[in-house]
Nanobody, 121 residues
Framework: QLQLVESGGGLVQAGGSLRLSCAAS????????MGWYRQAPGKQRELVAA???????NYADSVKGRFTISRDNAKNTVYLQMNSLKPEDTAVYYC???????????????WGQGTQVTVSS
């Protein structure tokens, strides 16, 4: 059973920083893209940042220059460093990974349980 476990959310004042982590465990042959999404109350889930297995990244315009996504392939872990946080960054942040469980399997799309990030003004 493959799992994505997130950590690092919490309450922070505007202008502060948080670092989210997401570790994949279980049956893993390889992991392609990994990413972070967020969903604020009453809004749709949106892509925050994504990173390929080769390290190419893309970001939502709203977080460019403030957030940095990275990954440690040896640890099957993806990180999101969030700086200069704003109240509008408040949301539940979800980890996502495209995982191949074994050489004979198709790629599967997996999600973490979500971690709350709250930025106070």
């Amino acid at each position: 059973q493959l799992q994505l476990v997130e950590s690092g959310g919490g309450l922070v004042q505007a202008g502060g920083s948080l670092r989210l982590s997401c570790a994949a465990s279980g049956s893993i042959f390889s992991i392609n893209a990994m990413g972070w999404y967020r969903q604020a109350p009453g809004k749709q889930r949106e892509l925050v940042a994504a990173i390929t297995s080769g390290g190419s990244t893309n970001y939502a315009d709203s977080v460019k220059g403030r957030f940095t996504i990275s990954r440690d392939n040896a640890k099957n872990t993806v990180y999101l460093q969030m700086n200069s946080l704003k109240p509008e960054d408040t949301a539940v942040y979800y980890c996502n990974a495209d995982v191949i469980s074994d050489p004979d399997s198709d790629e599967g799309d997996y999600w973490g349980q979500g971690t709350q990030v709250t930025v106070s003004s």
